[in-house]
């Protein structure tokens, strides 16, 4: 047992024991932070959360401080039907709320906001955009996540649900606080803000986070750690800052203003290879590279990894400045306009499947050992050198109706959403290639790779090297919306609410280049593109063809441009009665219907271009209720219905040249297809109470039945004559047609905090821990019937916590914080290539420690 360990240990054991003592004593004033006084913006307007019909999870900063969270990845271990996909790393993940989850093809399902705007696109070929990387979470109110559609108030692509992040505002105060955060893996933390009222019309606050930590992935393989060496893989790198100004320029008229900024670069997380199935075939052979790969890494534990792509990096860099005009009319009439631009680049270069096989006797460059071959890793272009960069302009009118008496509110609108795409964007992809210079195909044929001959006549060989292919795009999105709801009390205790919004969006791709590199035998690279279907487009490696064309860029833009378009258009609405028996408890029930807008695959085969619109019809009633008195609390659940139709799936797609039709080489890929119906149910139950003074307990659970009851493979084109489904055929075995990467079915979140009663002269001493455990569940289809290898297993994580607030009466917080205390093997995404002899996967992080020192001044 090494030293860290032993620590780590003896902190846990020390900090326990501590506990136990302190909740026999159970004498001291402490806020509990009840429930019933959170304030949350989930209707636009401020609101108690017990009041709002929504099923919501609010996390606060104290809770993300005490708990080492720095990305919402993080924030879903701590929400029941909250996942998350980070299969490119906590830089480029999506996320998904009762099961709508995102392809990675398709558009977001999850709507993530800052100070009431939507996230950037970042319309690339891996996830980037769309949500909050590290760096976005510090001084905030809080996180709320608000589950099931919100596709009235909220607009885009929100079937899922909606994350609002709530920056703190400037408030009237002179004040700040300096923190610093020390701890295992090296890491260091940063963080500064100041509050400054100017006048009494005009404050500001200004912040910075800073976080920096090396990787917790052991790398076994022979290609450094990556671009930034001497980190490793799973490390974190990154700065934020924020700017916040108000204005008062009237008593009527405010005017709130936040300028962002965000840069994150790190070597990236690669998958671990946790099953191998050894042979005798051409796929087998992978197989058998991992199975010894496997008995390579065992000596180095659970956290090791081999990493081939010597310089990877996940690279991104976000700003955006939003600001809020806020007139109060009249006493009834509030109108709000917000603007808001911004953008988002990103850059990505990662394994992809984490294999990593050896060919004797051939060395890689400068790099010591032998060469690498594997399956499949994405790169930065080398045209564009980003994988992701998009611009995003929000301009939004409000007007928010409020009469005296509040029998009837409402609120309407109209917003506009411009995405243009900053020059191009794209990838890089290879496959079974042993390469000298990945990025740009200098790849070695070599006769121990094999491969299948070229058709007949084409003078072209063996494509003995592998493949690969490029991919540019250049891609602008148009949304628009006009919106109302209104709330009308029948009563006292009787509440309708209804909703309605209609959205009209438009993706246009002016330029897609797609492009099949192969190396063949004799020794030469050619190229084919992809979307068959350009303009005056012919084959370079068809048997109509068979002239010599080497890659080049010139000869890929020649060949494989072409102009894409997809509009989608359709309503969506909310009905909502809410009924109060009595004071503090609230029973509502809702339909509402949510859409995603369809689109283009971007780099998927183009005949199968485009996609259409999803719908879901959501159905959800619950009940709200809360209590004062000598043991306060609140306990809230819900239950819910949906139903998929013209459902947005990733299939693969494949050239089989046994079948008719069969007339070029091309590779195999996979794109998005309207080919499914589902349903998803479940129920979601929190309860906080505190039994005596100091002490506050919270336990959530939520349980999710996401089932695709229907597959409808539509006809295409050839060469593209073969459509591997989601589901294996004849699949009978447990969670067979559970839809994929649509969370835990069961999932627990357990916390408590307790308050010693220490003498005020002495400070606030408070101890905490967070217990979260979530069931099997499946990350991808299974490839072979029954076989499980596509579900993650149980896992069960511990955080521990505990925190000296205002030490010895001075303005100075001490606290200590243990993640993951227990080292639980959390499996956090499954890459299924059991064909290809092998089952990798994204492993979560190892126990971390660590100590924070704040010191706050001003008022």
Known sequence: MNTKTKAALLAATTFCAFNSAAVQAQTSETDTNSSNDIIVTAQRVEQRLQDVPISITVVD?????????????????????????????????????????????????????????????????????????????????????????????FGRNVTGGAVLLVPQKPTDNLEGYIEGSAGNYDMWRTQGVI????????????????????????NAGNLGDGDFKGRGL??????????????????????????????????????????????????????????????????????????????????????????TLTWTASDSLTVKNILSYGEFRGRTNLDLFGNYALLPGVTYGTETGQQVRGFAFTHDNPLTKRTNAESSFVAELQLQGHPGDGTFTWQAGGYAEINDPLGFSGVSTASFTACTDIGNFGCLPSSAVGGPAFPAGTGLGTISGGTGSFSYQKTKFRDYALYAQASYKLTDRLTLT?????????????????????????????????????????SPVSAANPATYPYTLANHLNFCGQNLKKDTKAPTWLIQADFKPVDDVMIYGKWSRGYRQGGLAIFGPDPLQPYDKETVDSFEAGAKTSWRGAVPGSFNVSGYYNTLRNQQLQLGVACNPAKPGFTVICSGNATIINAGKSRIWGFEADLNVSPFQGLRLDLAYGYINAKLLKVTIPAVPAPYNDITPPLAQGCTGEQCNTIANSGPPHQVVASGNYTLPFDQSFGKFTVGATFVYQSRRRIVADGVAGSGRGIAPSSSVLNLNATWENVASMPIDLSVFMTNVTNEHVIQQINDNQARGFVSAIVGEPRMWGARIKYRFGN
């Open 61 to 153: 900063q104290a809770k993300l401080l005490n708990n080492n969270i720095s990305n919402l990845k993080d924030v879903a271990s701590l929400t029941p039907g909250f996942a998350v996909n980070s299969r490119y790393g906590a830089d480029n993940t999506t996320f998904t709320i009762r099961g709508f989850y995102q392809e990675q093809r398709s558009f977001a399902t999850v709507g993530v906001f800052f100070a009431d705007v939507v996230a950037p696109r970042g319309s690339g070929a891996t996830f980037g955009g769309d949500g909050a990387g590290p760096g976005a979470l510090f001084d905030l109110q809080n996180v709320q996540v608000l589950k099931g559609p919100q596709g009235t108030l």
């Open 498 to 538: 209804g909703g309605l919004r209609y959205t009209w969006d438009q993706m246009r791709t002016y330029l897609i280049n797609q492009t099949a590199v192969y190396q063949t035998n004799p020794a030469n690279t050619r190229f084919g593109c992809t979307n068959l279907t350009a303009p005056g487009y012919v």
């Open 195 to 218: 509050n400054i009222p100017l006048s009494d019309s005009f404050r500001i606050r200004a912040g910075v986070d800073h976080m920096d930590r090396k990787g917790y992935l052991k």
């Open 234 to 323: 799973g490390d974190v790198n990154y700065w934020a800052a924020r700017l916040s100004m108000i204005g008062e320029l009237t008593p009527d008229l405010e005017n709130y203003t936040v300028f962002s900024y965000t840069h994150s670069q790190s070597n990236g997380v690669i998958p671990k290879i946790i099953a191998a199935f050894p042979g005798t075939s051409n796929q087998a052979f992978f197989g058998n590279e991992s199975a010894a790969q496997i008995a390579r890494e065992a000596p180095l534990g659970f956290w090791s990894v081999s990493n081939r792509a010597p310089d990877s990096h996940s690279i991104s860099e976000q700003w955006q400045a939003i600001n």
